[in-house]
């Protein structure tokens, strides 16, 4: 029966897109962004122009990650490839599992900094004498979202983004440290936002040849 | 063929016995423990006592709470029933899996406590010049850890007992707020330990009918 399908439908067999998921780090991080345009607007537009010329792949962000895109965006600029292109696409989020053992990581990993936190509460209290209170708040306030936030899935958008890649079996275009940790736990392709252009114009090369084989 | 079988083992067919997953709570906080005795080591001994004389019960605790409870209990008074009839098991966790809606709402609460938690230390700072440096540090540490870890899941020992509840179906006993409210989200049977006793008390007398019928 499958192998009748096969004969039948060759093309569709062979051409079922590979599908991307992006984070907002590929037009905002200036660093990812600089392969793509000048500016976040520029950056999309320049990803808008690559990735409609690429057949052989689907893109896909999560509509809260979109959300956080917009803050960066010029909208009257956008053009409407946007929405034929990119994808807007929730994860499935009450039909979806997680492994249980991933519990266990994150509840160990939120105790280790809940801990830590507080010692950095409390070497602020005892700085107060010698530095003075608002020297010491700032500080405060810095070192503390360093050791209870950084590198550690720590929003709603992040469970998106892993989420629907899960979900899509897509590769996971992202800078975010907490994210990927995640994306490796979970056996998710990822991709840092840097490669991105490269692996596009690949992918337009390949489109090509596999034209030209059929 | 399951009617078959249903035919060759009625007794087993009807008597599944019930399953129930025990917290330390039970044995250790005083309003609790006082329906089976005065100490730790007495009310493990008195559960025990009517544990035994409940056929129709499978009693459970993860090794990881049975390690806590250890720490409240004289070893050496404790009687050879105790294998028996409070079997040790540890959850599936490579195999079971979580809904994913739970990983947002674990996240969103972190993040809240996480923003309390800084509050907290910021009210410190500011208190310092006041009530001094002691005080504030003593006040500080029980009100973080409040802000950070009452009414959540905060350790592998709470996420032992939510899955190994979950995966034999069972009546978890527990007076943990973290551990009830997921209990709640997940389907999970769960009973105050005040009121233990009387369902053993209960059990024991319905053990007896069903007897009586076959």
Same mark, same amino acid.
């Given at each position: 029966?499958?192998s009748?399908?096969?004969?039948?439908?060759?093309?569709?067999?062979?051409?079922?897109?590979?599908?991307?998921?992006?984070?907002?780090?590929?037009?905002?991080?200036?660093?990812?962004?600089?392969?793509?345009?000048?500016?976040?607007?520029?950056?999309?537009?320049?990803?808008?122009?690559?990735?409609?010329?690429?057949p052989?792949?689907?893109?896909?962000?999560?509509?809260?990650?979109?959300?956080?895109?917009?803050?960066?965006?010029?909208?009257?600029?956008?053009?409407?490839?946007?929405l034929?292109?990119?994808?807007q696409?929730?994860?499935?989020?009450?039909?979806?599992?997680c492994?249980a053992?991933?519990?266990y990581?994150?509840?160990?990993?939120?105790?280790?900094?809940?801990?830590?936190?507080?010692?950095?509460?409390?070497? @602020?209290?005892? !700085? =107060?004498s010698?530095?003075? #209170? *608002?020297?010491? &708040?700032?500080? %405060?306030?810095?070192?503390?979202?360093?050791?209870?936030?950084?590198?550690?899935i720590?929003?709603?958008?992040?469970?998106d983004l892993?989420?629907?890649?899960r979900e899509?079996?897509?590769?996971?275009?992202t @800078?975010?440290? !907490? =994210?990927?940790?995640?994306? #490796? *736990?979970l056996? &998710?392709?990822? %991709?840092?936002?840097?490669?991105f252009?490269?692996?596009?114009?690949?992918?337009?090369?390949?489109?090509?040849?596999?034209?030209?084989?059929?």
């Amino acid at each position: 029966m499958q192998s009748g399908d096969k004969e039948t439908h060759p093309r569709t067999e062979r051409f079922r897109p590979g599908r991307v998921v992006l984070d907002t780090s590929l037009f905002v991080n200036p660093d990812a962004r600089k392969y793509f345009g000048d500016t976040p607007t520029e950056a999309l537009e320049g990803f808008l122009f690559l990735a409609a010329q690429v057949p052989i792949l689907e893109f896909y962000m999560p509509p809260s990650i979109f959300r956080e895109l917009l803050n960066f965006i010029q909208k009257d600029k956008l053009s409407g490839d946007l929405l034929v292109v990119l994808h807007q696409k929730p994860p499935n989020k009450y039909e979806l599992t997680c492994p249980a053992f991933l519990l266990y990581e994150l509840i160990e990993d939120i105790r280790e900094r809940i801990n830590k936190g507080l010692r950095v509460a409390e070497s @602020a209290v005892r !700085g =107060v004498s010698s530095k003075g #209170e *608002k020297v010491i &708040i700032q500080d %405060l306030r810095r070192k503390y979202r360093e050791a209870l936030r950084e590198g550690i899935i720590d929003s709603k958008e992040d469970v998106d983004l892993i989420l629907l890649a899960r979900e899509l079996d897509a590769l996971l275009v992202t @800078a975010d440290q !907490g =994210v990927i940790k995640w994306a #490796e *736990k979970l056996g &998710i392709k990822w %991709l840092f936002p840097e490669k991105f252009r490269d692996y596009l114009l690949s992918s337009i090369k390949k489109a090509r040849l596999l034209d030209i084989r059929i």
